[in-house]
């Protein structure tokens, strides 16, 4: 192991990997750290603990209406051969199958709202209950004055305009107002995504994330998502992992580490049990600190050699579950893994970014690597059993990302701002001859000239072309894009 973990700079100033998380965290609360309150007791650590039931599941409420003038029309689009009332049962049914599809309760007006006073009722409803978002579909190309009207009710507001109900000057200035999402099309997926989108915000808002890491206890608010923030000494997750007995599952959990990996190269049975014990611990602090998700000084802990396994297994496995573990106290990058998870349903991996100047790409590189790449509910993507590279201890997964498929690269910069870049696989990169970590994946970038100027650091990666969509999230919720190839060395 090398002396000094923490050594490489991470940003052009300069700061160590560990000085620059904790610089770039402090700006990221509304309120000072207050204590946090004390943890149950641990109980029967043989107990088995359900790792679905961290993932949060808030009640979120749409209220939904459709916009109209009074049929029958006469010449304006849709037009009068346009089967509104038909196209209206159609489009009714589909939202609410996506709406049980997503996990969120739409509640429609039972009657399409044709005039000025219709309209201003419902927006006076809508201000009265203050639902999480409010959902409305227009079937006249003529009523977005009305729109206007409800947008200003003061609740995230989702229009949805089938084709045929919108010209570009409709929408131009509307679609791009803080709050406000706007979605011309027939593709009614982009309706789910926006479901989904509110659906996060409230999963956000209901997470508890625990920082494991230093020696007191802590706890926070996070500015505009609302996350809660609680550190506890890093102490105590050591301490639990010395007394977590190897039970039955963490048997079960080491074997089926073993046999769902294409191959095995450096850990030893011992050191599968070990990752499983990790796995079961940490799923014990969650339980008793009331936690939706984790982040860890894992590398100080290693450097230290207070354990004999760093997390690298245990983080694929959270994150395949939808429930996200962080490496090294990152707080920023542990704020992108939830954001992820819960707005697209996908796991991925935070990174540590790696200039390849000879071929212009972005190396991304870290020891541990969701496998559920394509979806919670998909296949999972196939990875090799390696030991975590910088200290050859432990098990750590090289998962191998599929060739040429588009991924999305976010990284928060505290609860306002948001960098976003997207690009394409090109390769899986082998450690050795490379050094660095495991899961090593090579990517072109879009819109970024030169490989030398992606922001951020600890980004997190996941497939899909998913730049609108992060964009329309933070519009809805008021955090600040910044792109790589508008910022560059400049940023």
């Known amino acids: ?80 051969a346009y089967p509104i009332e038909d196209e209206r049962a159609r489009y009714g049914r589909i939202f609410d199958e996506l709406a049980r599809k997503v996990g969120v309760s739409l509640e429609p007006e039972a009657a399409p709202l044709e005039s000025d006073a219709d309209v201003a009722a419902f927006a006076a409803k809508v201000k009265d209950r203050t639902p999480h978002a409010v959902f409305v579909m227009l079937q006249h190309i003529n009523v977005w004055h009305w729109a206007d009207a409800i947008a200003k009710a003061g609740v995230p507001a989702i229009f949805f305009a089938p084709i045929g109900m919108a010209f570009t000057g409709h929408v131009r200035e509307i679609s791009r107002r803080p709050g406000v999402h706007v979605i011309s099309s027939l593709d009614t997926g982009a309706v789910e995504q926006a479901f989904r989108m509110v659906r996060a915000k409230e999963q956000l808002a209901a997470t ?27 102490g105590r997750l050591n301490e639990l992992f010395e007394r977590m007995p190897v039970t039955d599952e963490a048997r079960e959990v080491a074997r089926a580490m073993a046999k769902s990996a294409q191959g095995v190269v450096e850990p030893t049975a011992d050191d599968f049990l070990n990752s499983a014990r990790s796995f079961t611990t940490a799923k014990r602090l969650m339980r008793d600190e009331n936690a939706n998700g984790i982040t860890t000084d894992c590398l100080g802990m290693v450097s230290s050699r207070v354990v004999p396994t760093p997390p690298c297994m245990s983080v694929t496995l959270f994150g395949d579950a939808g429930v996200s573990y962080g490496c090294e106290a990152d707080l920023n990058a542990a704020l992108g893994m939830l954001f992820v998870s819960y707005l697209f349903d996908k796991a991925g991996f935070m990174n540590d970014p790696v200039p390849e100047t000879f071929k212009n790409t972005l190396i991304v590189a870290h020891c541990t690597c969701g496998t559920k790449l394509d979806g919670f509910g998909k296949e999972s993507a196939p990875y090799i059993a390696r030991s975590h590279s910088e200290s050859n201890l432990g098990v750590a997964p090289q998962v191998l990302w599929r060739m040429d498929t588009p991924v999305t690269l976010v990284n928060f910069r505290g609860p306002h701002e948001l960098i976003l870049d997207t690009g394409k696989v090109v390769g899986n990169v082998q450690t050795p001859p490379a050094g660095g970590c495991r899961t090593s994946v090579e990517l072109a970038m879009d819109r970024v000239p ?40 400049k940023a």
């Open 1 to 80: 192991m090398r002396k000094d973990l923490f050594s490489h700079p991470c940003c052009l100033s300069g700061l160590s990997r560990r000085s620059f998380m904790t610089a770039t965290a402090a700006g990221a609360f509304a309120a000072p750290l207050a204590a946090a309150p004390a943890a149950e007791e641990s109980g029967n650590l043989a107990e088995h603990v359900d790792l679905a039931s961290f993932r949060p599941k808030p009640a979120v409420k749409i209220m939904s209406a459709v916009i109209r003038f009074k049929p029958p029309y006469w010449l304006g689009w849709p037009g009068t």
């Open 208 to 234: 508890r994330l625990l920082v494991v890491a230093g020696g007191a206890r802590q706890e926070t608010v996070m500015d505009r998502l609302g996350t809660k923030v609680r550190y506890v000494p890093r």
């Open 450 to 489: 030169d490989c030398r100027d992606v922001l951020g650091f600890h980004q997190f990666v996941f497939y899909g072309e998913h730049r609108r969509d992060v964009e329309a999230f933070c519009q809805m919720y008021g955090i600040k894009v910044v792109n790589s190839d508008r910022q560059g060395v």
